[in-house]
């Protein structure tokens, strides 16, 4: 198992800027392999999608809707992702959710996933 802790969110004004920032570590033995590390957020009423998205290589894939205003990056060595948010609006409001897909010593490579940090865009 994979323990997935987010921080950051909160509350921000249109066109502020957020950072969100995530830590995979190991439940049990240690984390044999991360592949892909990203966010996903689920607004009230919607389905959850895809925020962005970056590989273990640092190929990234980001929503349409996020494109040019959000940043994903990733520290290999220290199991983390984090999101820098720009330009936010109103509809960037949601619960944002790590993902983590990875492989540790005692289980196959599965999805993991944090438990969700707020977002909210509101003058």
């Known amino acids: 198992q994979v323990q997935v802790v987010e921080s950051g969110g909160g509350s921000v004004q249109p066109e502020g800027s957020l950072r969100l920032s995530c830590a995979a570590s190991a439940a049990s033995g240690y984390i044999f392999s991360i592949y892909t590390m990203g966010w996903y957020r689920q607004a009230a009423g919607k389905q959850r999608e895809l925020v962005a998205v970056i590989t273990s290589g640092g190929s990234t894939n980001y929503s349409d809707s996020v494109k040019g205003r959000f940043t994903i990056s990733r520290d290999n060595a220290k199991n983390t992702v984090d999101l820098q948010m720009n330009s936010l609006k109103p509809e960037d409001t949601a619960v944002y959710y790590c993902?983590?897909?990875?492989?540790?010593?005692?289980?196959?490579?599965?999805?993991?996933w944090g438990q969700g940090t707020q977002v909210t865009v509101s003058s």
């Open positions: 993902y983590v897909n990875a492989r540790t010593s005692w289980s196959r490579r599965a999805d993991y």
